[in-house]
């Protein structure tokens, strides 16, 4: 915990045209690693648009090591389908947090850095990273890899720590 950086808040809203794994659906659910840290949403059942609209935090200590988010279909009998992962960029997030904006001073929906899809991301469309009620926040649709179809929408926020180091 000594080299804790900050927590890196992921909220994790929705899928959109997740493939079929079951007999005419799926039941899917998102697991996202860090490191050692492995954080699980719940399942939503017999839904190919689920909404999860869940928040999973991770503690940032390294902010080099890759955030993998793979979705899964639940099977009650057998080992759970993949249906995709990809990879959550978080460095130009993280740049952005590195300013240290004065609240006072930036205009609420300030775009701080646009990410553009690339063969590095797993983008779908251009991301922002904005200023937004007090803090910064990036909002994402990936493109799921090694799956026919899917996207997972998604919203990073940072949480700072007292005493924690800064980069």
């Known amino acids: 915990m000594d080299n804790l950086l900050g927590l890196l808040r992921i909220r994790v809203k929705r899928g959109i ?19 050692e840290q492995r954080l699980k949403t719940r399942i ?3 839904d190919l648009n689920p909404v999860w609209d869940e928040d999973l935090t991770l503690s940032i200590e390294n902010p080099d090591l890759p955030v993998e988010l793979m979705v899964y279909d639940h099977d009650t009998f057998s080992r759970d389908d993949e249906m995709g992962d990809a990879d959550i960029e978080i460095h130009p997030f993280l740049e952005a947090q590195k300013m240290h904006l004065d609240p006072h ?20 469309e251009e991301s922002c990273v904005t200023w937004k009620d007090g803090m910064i926040s990036q909002n994402m649709l990936l493109k799921l890899r090694n799956v026919e179809s899917g996207e997972i929408e998604l919203e990073l ?5 007292p005493g924690a180091h800064h980069t």
């Not at 001073?105 to 779908?124: A, D, F, M, Q, Y």
């Not at 926020?157 to 720590?161: A, G, N, S």
């Open 17 to 35: 045209n997740l493939v079929i794994r079951d007999f005419r659906s799926s039941d899917p659910y998102c697991i996202i690693k860090l490191g």
């Open 105 to 124: 001073t930036v205009p609420n929906g300030t775009i701080l850095k646009r990410v553009e899809p690339s063969e590095s991301n797993c983008l779908s």
């Open 44 to 46: 939503v059942y017999k």
């Open 157 to 161: 926020h940072w949480i700072d720590l």
